[in-house]
């Protein structure tokens, strides 16, 4: 019987991007990507090329590169060995993957009163995505739910997902790709994306401030890096703050945006019509 092959704690970069396939990540992924790649393709060749420029098929590409390189690498084998690791590809997926195939997609006018339209009307609604993304971040991340994800080995496939899943549902209300079923102006966006940002800020800060470790697989850990249990913790919650900071940032300029709208609205007199001039009268 062969000895278990040692874990090396000082991984390089090309260490943790040597592929490692997971068949439950790679094939939906490719599938996507194979529709996406068609849809586009026939779009340029015909009359909705407008609708659909190469810009957008380059985020969406990068994004798809992205999610194969966090769910296909070893990184995403070493999830007992650095929380830090961990929570830095949940953030890629979170934060990264998400607007980026958000914003490649085609502007497609969809009839809400359809039954496709209808069911992303309701995945779209922001109290749904944030119900939605609030259960994942705080269930997920709580020590109870945290520990018992680790020890049965769902963290591994499931929270991954999750979090890609949620966090489209938000970045969709916030950059709103199907306008046609999503009737929210950019006042309403802005304050969903603040809304939607405190869960995270607020786990972020725990474990920054935590003065022990919360989670029980890290507490006797070797961590990567040498990195203390404690330390892998703190940072981790630096990962998470830090990634969080662009999507607030994003909230904020809309709600700054919807604000100067707002003044300018209020603030000008209602001008009367205007009435063509009348024809001059001959003496």
Known sequence: MSAPTPINLNPTLADLLAPTPDPAFLIPTLLAAAAYTWGFLRARRGA?????????????????????????????????????????????????????????????????????????GVLLDPWVALAVWTAVIVFWNVPAGFNASVVSNTAGALLPALYLLSSLLVWSVILRPLPSVQPADIGSRGWFGLISALPMMAVASVWLYSPQVLYTPYVSALCLWNYTPLQNQQLSGWIMMLAGLPALALAFI??????????????????????PPAPPTRP
Not at 75 to 104: D, F, I, N
Not at 267 to 272: A, E, I, R, T
């Open 254 to 275: 809309q709600l700054f945006a919807w604000l100067v709208k707002l003044s300018e609205g209020q603030g000008m007199p209602p001008q009367p019509p205007t009435r």
């Open 48 to 120: 909705a090329a407008g609708a659909w420029p190469v810009w957008r098929a380059a985020l969406f590409a990068l994004g798809t590169l992205l999610l194969l390189i966090t769910t296909q690498s070893r990184a995403a084998t070493m999830t007992q060995s650095s929380m830090a690791l961990y929570m830095g590809r949940l953030m890629v997926l979170a934060e990264l993957v998400p607007p980026l195939l958000v914003l490649g997609l085609p502007r497609l006018n969809l009839n809400p009163r359809r039954a496709l339209g209808r069911v992303l």
